[in-house]
């Protein structure tokens, strides 16, 4: 994708981000409180919702900075950043959504793996950064 097209990507997922942040903030609680006795246990997945729209909302501004910067850094390697930062939120938000709404284990089980494609999305994006950029062979290529 070009640059203009992640910035569009990234701030439509922004914009759900908010969304998300807005029903933990309003409507999630009064669930949790009908769907668990616990307060404790209420209070863990209010906070694990609102880590994963945290983590949501950082990479979507992610994603709008590799738009913003696409013409001046490496565009195969910011491009593969910026899909690892949807899979991450897919993976290590989405998952984190699932299990506060479900109680599914499987789900806990792949947020690790979306962080892991946070942390390689940063990576890649710096090195994007450093790389030379040739636009003429990358536009062949991508």
Known sequence: MNGNQWI??????AGVGVALGAIGAHGLEKWLETAFDDPLEQAK????WQTGVR???YHAIGIILIGLTSSRVNRRLSNLS???MVVGILLFSGCLYGW???????????VPIGGFAFILAWVLFAIAAVKPVNSDKESKVL
Do not use: P, Q
């Open 8 to 13: 569009i990507f990234g701030a439509l997922l």
């Open 45 to 48: 997945r209010l906070a694990n």
């Open 55 to 57: 983590y949501h909302m």
């Open 82 to 84: 910026a899909v690892l």
């Open 100 to 110: 506060v709404l479900t109680d599914s284990k499987a789900l806990v089980m792949i």
